[in-house]
């Protein structure tokens, strides 16, 4: 069975850091494209990041380029988000996602999915 189990959230104010981990078990990670997508209240969910299964290959929103970096450790089964430069726009929870696929942004490519973890920036 599948996990993606989501960590790193919390409350942090306007200009601040945070760094997500997302670590996975039940899936040979090294072969899949890993993501990071948010959803805010009462919006869709939104594509927010994505890496290929070597780490070669990386997509961004516009709106995080620069501030947010996606990395993974594949020995470790485990994908990071750091984001820097919070805006308060950014409040969400976050959510990862594993694809059997190239790298995409599309959410329905995505196989399996974590429970997310709350971001909220505060001005």
């Known amino acids: 069975q599948v996990h993606l189990v989501e960590s790193g959230g919390g409350l942090v104010q306007a200009g601040g850091s945070l760094r997500l981990s997302c670590a996975a078990s039940?899936?040979?990670?090294?072969?899949?494209?890993m993501g990071w997508f948010r959803q805010a209240l009462g919006k869709e969910r939104e594509f927010v990041a994505a890496?290929?299964?070597?780490?070669?290959?990386?997509y961004y929103v516009d709106s995080v380029k620069g501030r947010f970096t996606v990395s993974r450790d594949n020995p470790k089964n485990t994908v990071y988000l750091q984001m820097n430069s919070l805006k308060p726009e950014d409040t969400a929870v976050y959510y990862c996602?594993?694809?059997?696929?190239?790298?995409?942004?599309?959410?329905?490519?995505?196989?399996?999915w974590g429970q997310g973890t709350q971001v909220t920036v505060s001005s």
């Open positions: 890496m290929s299964w070597s780490g070669g290959t990386t």
């Open positions: 039940g899936l040979t990670f090294s072969i899949y494209t």
């Open positions: 996602a594993a694809a059997r696929s190239l790298i995409t942004r599309t959410p329905s490519r995505y196989d399996y």
